[in-house]
Nanobody, 124 residues
């Protein structure tokens, strides 16, 4: 049973930083691609970033490029999303997702497993 558990969300002022974590269990994830999505109230789910467990290659949405950094600790089966220079428009529930294979996709339907989400609120 695959489980993804996010943590690290919270309330931060604009310009601040947060680091999200996603602890994965129940599978060997070396052949998986992990991703972060977010969903703000009344808006569609949005791709944020992706990272391959194997090799650590990363991909970002244009809206977060240069501000957010995805990384992984393979020994701990944990992926991270370091979020700097946060803006009020970054406010959303952030979800961790996993998909089998090394091809990343920016569409949520392409992912097999999801975490429960963690709230990030950025005040102006």
């Amino acid at each position: 049973q695959v489980q993804l558990v996010e943590s690290g969300g919270g309330l931060v002022q604009a310009g601040g930083s947060l680091r999200l974590s996603c602890a994965a269990s129940g599978r060997t994830f070396s052949s998986y691609t992990m991703a972060w999505f977010r969903q703000a109230p009344g808006k569609e789910r949005e791709f944020v970033a992706a990272i391959r467990w194997s090799g650590g290659r990363t991909y970002y949405a244009d809206s977060v490029k240069g501000r957010f950094t995805a990384s992984s600790d393979n020994a701990k089966n944990t992926v991270f999303l370091q979020m700097n220079s946060l803006k009020p428009e970054d406010t959303a529930v952030y979800y961790c997702a996993a998909r089998r294979g090394l091809v990343w996709v920016a569409v949520g339907d392409g992912y097999d497993y999801w975490g429960q989400g963690t709230q990030v609120t950025v005040s102006s």
